[in-house]
């Protein structure tokens, strides 16, 4: 086997091929949001009414990005959007009784598929894996700050 050296495009074609097979499995369950849109469900599970900003930073996302999946999240009935009291220019979302629903449902598929992931490999491969990832984010986050500020 010839070794390839193309580290990030190794990186991205994977997220890809595990972001088409992610979307693929909760259609096949009948669930209507994507990866993306379940990621933000997530988020309001835990703590509904945040910012479109909020949002976008725990995704990693820019706001345009963010306005869109909100949109389609809101017109689905999964999410709302309410004025921020302090500044009425801003909005926060918050997950609805529907999108509660859709996000239980979705997360079985999603531990399923995590389980898919790490099948076939040993538990310290799949740690050692996950280390790699948590420097990554590490190395790149510091990398992103440091960008920021110059």
């Known amino acids: 086997m010839v070794s390839d050296d193309r580290v990030i495009y190794l990186i991205f074609t994977a997220q890809q091929k595990l972001r088409t097979y992610l979307n693929a499995a909760l259609a096949a369950e009948g669930l209507r949001v994507t990866y993306a849109q379940a990621g933000i469900l997530f988020l309001l599970k835990h703590k509904s009414g945040r910012s479109m900003t909020e949002l976008s930073q725990f995704l990693g996302t820019d706001n345009s990005t963010m306005t869109g999946l909100v949109d389609r999240l809101e017109k689905a009935g999964f999410v709302s959007r309410n004025s921020n009291p ?36 040993t538990s310290r491969e799949v740690e050692n894996f996950k280390n790699m990832l948590n420097s990554f984010f590490e190395k790149f986050s510091i990398k992103e700050n440091k960008n920021r500020t110059t």
């Open 86 to 121: 302090g500044d009425r220019r801003l909005s926060d979302v918050y997950i609805t009784e529907q999108g509660l629903n859709e996000i239980n449902r979705a997360k079985s598929v999603i531990r399923r598929v995590n389980e898919e992931v790490k099948s076939g490999f």
